[in-house]
């Protein structure tokens, strides 16, 4: 059909050529010097060409140059060069507007298609409602299949934006919100299908109050909402095994400390004592016999140092297990000991700078905190080959703040080290029973430095 009305209107404009150079030509009106070529220019424009329009400018300006020589010479030949020069001006200012014009309408067209096609192959629901009464005006294939429906008109007839809610009060709450703005992003509801199932949806939509309509764009966010909840469950689920693991962590600490207690406290008041109550009655029968009576008297005094040695070992391994003096006398000073007696004796040289007002923590807290310090002393003791640590403990802004650093080989974090994750997963484990905040940084070569941040109403 283009193509026909393409031919159609070339010949007419070439019909109307060759009567206006006749006229122009072969009589004395000489066609004002060639003007009316402008009107074949003008009629142009409804052909779909613009080639075709071109072509008739070259055809008009040709026969224009043509007429002032064959013309009957009416005018001064000043005024006809004049008048001729004008009309080739007019011809190729009108082509070059009709031509702009023409590319314009092409550039439109060919926008609209482009947005038909988006609007009609969108993934998202597109629609544009009634502001009255919700009626769709247009809408794409997406919306139609989204609301479960097979035909476009069908859906248009026997459905409306008041009726897609599965919520009452939703369309009004979704008015109030385009009332206050104008725009709305990310509307999440719950919508209805033809067969009465319920799916959730997420809507961005603008208001144009003017011309009485609402375009929305909607999502199906049914599986993504499903999986949001099965994710929150999850989670949820999670934080309750955390809690649990941390629970059982703090019981199974407080079970470990009462064991240690029994056991601290049966060696040292049954088997050390035992053990003190024999090396004094073999001193007291000893000092009861004469020297020349005592056979193996050598044998004896190597049993004595053996004797001693085990009570002195019994008494370090009874400290090990429990410190009462961390009961009796404070945190400071059973780190003190733990320094003097296990850690000097490696040769491991420990800085203890401990404000005294940590003894105002529970007696919960001071026996987490010491067992945290002495899990780390501990892991510099198997792994980091350090030769000095600095233990720093002082009150800032209501928060104890703790710090272990050492100067041994250190550890790169980035890197699954399996050879301390046991030994930091417990010092976590119990700066966490004590709501503290627990950092780690260590790099190859430039040692470890471990931070606790611990409330002060513990």
Request: net charge negative; charged share 25%; hydrophobic share 40%.
């Amino acid at each position: 059909m283009n193509k026909i009305k393409c031919i159609s209107l070339n010949v007419f404009g070439l019909l109307l050529c060759g009567v206006i150079f006749w006229v122009d030509a072969f009589t004395l009106i000489s066609a004002a010097s060639g003007m009316p070529y402008v009107v074949a220019i003008l009629i142009s424009i409804c052909t779909p060409q613009i080639r075709c329009i071109i072509s008739l400018a070259t055809l008009c300006s040709l026969l224009t140059i043509l007429g002032y020589f064959l013309s009957p010479e009416i005018v001064e030949l000043w005024d006809a060069s004049a008048h001729r020069f004008l009309t080739l001006c007019v011809i190729w200012v009108t082509t070059g507007i009709v031509v702009g014009y023409k590319r314009i309408e092409e550039n439109l067209k060919e926008a609209k298609k482009t947005y038909q096609s988006m609007f009609l192959n969108s993934q998202a629901g597109l629609s544009r409602t009634k502001l009255t009464d919700g009626k769709f005006l247009e809408i794409n294939d997406r919306l139609v299949e989204m609301f479960g429906y097979d035909d476009t008109e069908d859906f248009k007839a026997n459905y409306s934006a008041i009726k897609c809610y599965a919520d009452e009060g939703e369309r009004e709450r979704l008015m109030g919100l385009l009332k206050m703005s104008g725009t709305v992003d990310n509307f999440t509801t719950r919508a209805l299908r033809k067969d009465g199932s319920v799916f959730w949806i997420q809507l961005c939509a603008r208001v144009n109050q003017e011309q009485g309509f609402i375009d929305v764009v909607s999502l199906d966010i049914d599986e993504l909402k499903l999986a949001e909840d099965k994710l929150f469950k999850n989670k949820e689920k999670l934080l309750r095994l955390n809690e649990d693991l941390h629970q059982l962590i703090s019981e199974t600490a407080r079970i470990e400390d009462k064991e240690r207690k029994q056991y601290s406290e049966i060696l040292h008041d049954v088997i050390g004592q035992n053990l003190v109550l024999i090396k004094m009655n073999l001193e007291s029968g000893l000092e009861e016999c004469c020297p020349h009576e005592i056979e193996g008297h050598a044998a004896i005094s190597k049993a004595f140092l053996l004797l001693q040695d085990t009570i002195e070992k019994t008494r370090s391994i009874t400290t090990e297990l429990y410190p009462s003096i961390l009961d009796n006398n404070g945190l400071v000073s059973a780190l003190e000991w733990y320094k003097q007696n296990v850690l000097e004796t490696m040769g491991i040289s420990v800085n203890l700078d401990l404000d005294e007002t940590v003894e105002e923590l529970t007696q919960r807290s001071k026996r987490t905190i010491y067992r945290l310090i002495k899990e780390c002393l501990q892991n510099i003791i198997k792994h980091a080959e350090a030769s000095n640590v600095f233990v720093t403990c002082h009150p800032d802004s209501g928060m104890f703040k703790l710090s272990i650093t050492d100067d041994g080989v250190g550890f790169d974090e980035k890197e699954t080290d399996t050879k301390h994750g046991l030994g930091l997963l417990m010092m976590r484990e119990q700066a966490v029973s004590l709501d503290a905040e627990f950092n780690i940084h260590s790099q190859t070569g430039k040692g470890t430095a471990v931070s606790v941040t611990i409330p002060f109403q513990q």
